[in-house]
């Protein structure tokens, strides 16, 4: 399964941390997996502008895990309500996520 990760970032110093965190559980699982911390952040780049680019990484997964500071997030709620939107299954524990048989 391809499972985009959505979480707090801006604001939050530790954000690449959690991210690759999720990312590895899921991996570990035999996931596929669109992590938003992988970009770079620069200040030529607006929030807006980021959150573009994250909307087509959504977009193209079957899953989305809310990490556990999403609703602390104005994009994580976004990109929930984007979930709903897309019919994409949407887990809010590592837990919840099953394992994918290879």
């Known amino acids: 399964m391809k ?21 590895k559980c899921l991996k570990s699982m035999n996931h596929s997996v669109m992590n938003p911390a992988w970009i770079e952040s620069y200040e030529e780049f607006t929030w807006l502008d980021y959150m573009q680019i994250t909307h087509e ?4 997964c079957d899953a989305v895990l ?19 939107a897309l019919h994409q299954k949407i887990y809010f524990d590592l837990e919840e996520v099953p394992y994918t048989e290879v």
């Open 66 to 84: 809310m990490l556990a500071d999403w609703k602390d997030s104005k994009g994580a709620m976004k990109e929930f309500e984007y979930a709903k």
């Open 3 to 23: 499972v985009y990760i959505a979480g707090k970032i801006t604001g939050d110093p530790d954000y690449k941390r959690k991210f690759h965190y999720a990312e």
């Open 57 to 60: 990484m959504q977009k193209k």
